[in-house]
């Protein structure tokens, strides 16, 4: 079970640590600390609360924004490609980078177009966001809009954008799985399937027994938007379930 130490103690602590966060399934968060585990890496975990000031963990990273990870004296990492590399070095088996170089910058785009910047995370903030925004919420949603950053135009884009990529990650899952492979990319389980996993929290949230958001936040979490509602294909839903009963933590903790 997930056990939280102070973000002094994280500062601290002399070997790998994983700063997450707290009370929400964020996709970055729930990811990095899923590819730990499933190298089989100790960590010690500390809190980030979304909204808060979390000095101590700004003051040690740089970031007031999570996941962050950093090894014995190594820089704190917050990119998404910077932790996994670091996993990837620590714990070189099992590899959730194909050894095939083509198949490598496949899984690395394709992680980039899920979670990088004007990937379907990102979009689907801006999303929620305008939501707010349109809600009269803008006031309270202030410190993450503000960190984050908000516009208007690419909020009206982002439904497009995250249809298109849909569209296409189920053309490749459908094109591995005609030559027999249940994978997104290369022969076995990749980064690609943690980060298409954990990112469906923000499209379609698992039941609450799996995925224990606060019911009041659930309609924020799915995805409304009929393009996108539209481009979810059900071999994308399929993938999910399975990616996540055989690797992560069931249910999901944050």
Not at 149 to 160: N, R, S, V, W
């Amino acid at each position: 079970m997930l056990a939280y130490t102070t973000p002094a103690e994280i500062v601290a602590h002399d070997g790998l640590r994983i700063v997450l966060v707290r009370g929400a399934p964020s996709p970055w968060s729930q990811a990095a600390k899923t590819i730990l585990e499933i190298k089989g890496l100790d960590y010690a975990a500390a809190p980030l609360d979304v909204g808060g000031a979390n000095e101590e963990i700004v003051a040690w990273s740089g970031q007031n924004s999570a996941p962050v990870v950093a090894w014995r004296d190594g820089p704190p990492l917050n990119r998404w490609l910077d932790i996994l590399l670091l996993a990837e070095r620590l714990a070189p088996a099992p590899a959730l980078l194909p050894a095939d170089p083509l198949q490598r910058a496949l899984a690395i785009g394709l992680g980039h177009e899920i979670l990088g910047e004007r990937g379907i995370a990102w979009n689907r903030r801006l999303q929620m966001f305008s939501m707010a925004v349109q809600a009269g919420m803008g006031t309270r949603m202030a410190p993450l809009i503000d960190k984050y950053g908000f516009d208007a135009d690419d909020a009206a884009a982002a439904g497009t954008r995250i249809a298109t990529t849909l569209h296409g990650l189920a053309t490749q899952l459908r094109a591995q799985q005609a030559r027999g492979v249940s994978y997104f990319v290369g022969e076995a389980l990749s980064c690609v399937d943690i980060y298409w996993t954990s990112v469906m929290s923000m499209l379609l949230p698992l039941p609450a027994a799996q995925c224990p958001i606060r019911e009041s936040s659930r309609p924020a979490f799915t995805a409304t938007d009929p393009q996108i509602v539209s481009a979810l294909d059900p071999i994308l839903v399929e993938h999910r379930d399975r990616i996540f009963k055989a690797h992560f933590r069931d249910p999901m903790e944050f």
